[in-house]
Every structure is written in structure tokens, then in C-alpha cells.
């Protein structure tokens, strides 16, 4: 009973107390005080600032630890790019631009390379004496350096443009960074321009990095119209450069490893393709050959694009055109001995 008293007479109270202040205001001043309204707002405007600062912080938070990470570890970088020999166009005055595009390891754009991190060199092989030697390509244009091709974005990706007078065999390099990786790719390929010109040598601005590995073909498989079937000799510069592995790349992007015996040459024998046997002799596939190295904390990936075509023997079945020479020999050799004995009259 006394405690249903008390807080009915708190209740009471706090009537009473809420009458005699909203009866008499000026009261407060000389009792009871609950603060000041402008205290009110300022403390209401001190929660809202903590509370939208703590809001700030959490969001920014992650943000912060993410670039805070060192660079290798955001994957970026692609493990290598090769250059992708794309359509040709041909000009009114007989000159033919070819259109490359630089393609990386992944499907989808890393987003650690743009068009300023890729630098695209070439130069072309010309023939000193074209009547005489149709075939001789002993003169480099330019003479001394290489030509810059600007690398541009569109709608398919990184590219750029050269643009041949005449048939000359284009030497393209595409140079690249990102991070410790050293990427280069590089590709080696006639181009017909029909052009009327005379053959000129000029001089180029840009040079290729010294440091920086390369594919080369050995002298004996040094050849323009590369075939499946037959082997090629690739040769790892400069020398003190060692091989780390090797790969095979296909455009459908299997990948096959090659055992590599010696510390800076190799050989590869492209395998025939019954696709690319029944197309034209004119149609190609590309081959990417990877070889990849760790020196001095630093990592090269270099590659080195094959247009394949189809070998000149590609339709001949060796199995069978034996069977049919032999079954021929034999039949001819019965005939033969057969009429010796019964001669006809």
C-alpha cells in the first residue's frame, strides 16, 4: 500500500509541477532549472556532427586499408600481352595499312595498362635491289632506329596503325610496365603495299629498351611464310639470358608447355590443323610463343606472335600414297613379268 502511496503522490508531484511550470515560467529562475533551449541545439547540433563523422570514418575506413596495399598485391598487371594482327585496308594509291591490337593474358581489360604504358616501335625490311633480288630484304628502314606508332582505345581495345608504300616484311615491338613485370610483344610479317614509290631511308627517333629480351629466329629458319609442320629454331637474347619456361599459346587460348634442353635456344614444330589445311594459301592462324624469366627482382614476359600458314604438302597423305605406289609398282611388275613369259602373237 505505502509504495502505490508514494508514486501516486509522485505522480502528484510531477502534475503539479508541470502546472505550477507551465502556469508560471518565471518560477524556474528562482527554484527549479532545466536548461537553457539554445544549450538544447547546440547539444542536439554535437550528436548530429559526432554521429555524421563516425558515418564518415566507417565508409572511408575500407577505402583507405585497400590503397594502403602495396601494388602487386591489387593484380593488375597481366601475366603478358602479344600483338594481335588484326584486318588490312587497302588505299586508293595502292598502300596498306595494317591494324594490330594489343591483347593481354586475361579476357577482360586489367586496367593496369592504358594507352601511355604501351609504346609501339617498327620498322620494315626492304630490298636493296628488287629486280635482281625479288626476295633479298638486306636494307632496314629506317636505317637506324624505329619508327613510333601511336597506340590508341576504341571499341576494341588497345591499338595502332602502320602503313606500308610498297612489300616490304614489318618488324613490330610493343613495349610495356606494370609493376616489376617488363612486358614485350613482338611479331614479324610481310605487308604488300602496291604503292608507287622509291625506297627511302630515313632515320628513326625511337629505339628499343637494350635490356629487354627477345625471340629471334636462328639464320637457317629465318623465313617470311611461316608453315605448320616444320620446325622453327627460336634463339632467347641477349646472351646471359636464361630461359625460365616456355609456352605455346593457341588462339583459342589452350596452352601447352615445351621442355626446353638448352639455356637460351629451343625449336617448336607447329602441328597441322585440319581447319587451317582445307582454308586458302593466303589464310594464317596466329600462334603466341611465351617465354617467361625472373632476374635482379624483376620479371620478363616476352612473346613473339607465328602467323601460321597451311604447309605446301598439307593435302598429300603419306600412308596412303604409299599403299597406291606400291600396289602400282607391284601391278606393273606382274604385267611385266607375265608378258615376258606368254609372249602375245
Known sequence: MSGRTDISSLDGSAVSLHGVMAKAPGALSAGVSTGNPGQKQGLKKGINMRNILMIV??????????????????NLCPQYIWINCAHQCRHKNGALTQ?????????????????????AIYRFRIRSRPKTRPYGFDLFSPREGYFTA??????????????????????????????????????????????PHEAQVQQGSAQLPWNLPQLRLTSK????????????????????????????????????RLSVSSADTFSYTAPHDPKLDNSGP????????????????????????????????????????????????????????????????
Open 57 to 74: 570514418f566507417i565508409i572511408f575506413l575500407p577505402a583507405a586499408a585497400i590503397s594502403s596495399l602495396p601494388p602487386e598485391t591489387s
Open 99 to 119: 591494324y594490330y591490337y594489343i591483347r593481354y593474358s586475361r579476357d577482360m581489360d586489367p586496367g593496369g595498362l592504358v594507352p601511355g604504358d604501351c609504346t
Open 221 to 256: 629458319s629465318r623465313v617470311t611464310y611461316m608453315m605448320t609442320g616444320l620446325p622453327y629454331t627460336f634463339m632467347y637474347t641477349p646472351k646471359g639470358k636464361m630461359i625460365g619456361s616456355v609456352s605455346i599459346i593457341e588462339e583459342q587460348g589452350q596452352v601447352a
Open 150 to 195: 601511336p597506340v590508341v582505345r576504341d571499341k576494341d581495345g588497345l591499338g595502332f596503325t602502320i602503313t606500308s608504300q610498297g612489300n616490304n616484311i614489318a618488324e613490330v615491338y610493343v613495349t610495356a610496365s606494370c609493376g616489376p613485370k617488363q612486358l614485350l610483344a613482338h611479331v614479324v610479317h610481310p605487308i604488300f603495299g602496291k604503292a
Open 282 to 345: 593466303y589464310d594464317c592462324k596466329q600462334t603466341v610463343v611465351l617465354v617467361e624469366e625472373s632476374f635482379a627482382d624483376q620479371e620478363y614476359a616476352t612473346t613473339r606472335t607465328l602467323l601460321l600458314h597451311r604447309a605446301y604438302l598439307a593435302h598429300n597423305r603419306l600412308k596412303p600414297g604409299l599403299i597406291l605406289f606400291c600396289a602400282t609398282v607391284l601391278v606393273f611388275s606382274i604385267l611385266t613379268i607375265f608378258n615376258r613369259k606368254h609372249r602375245w602373237i
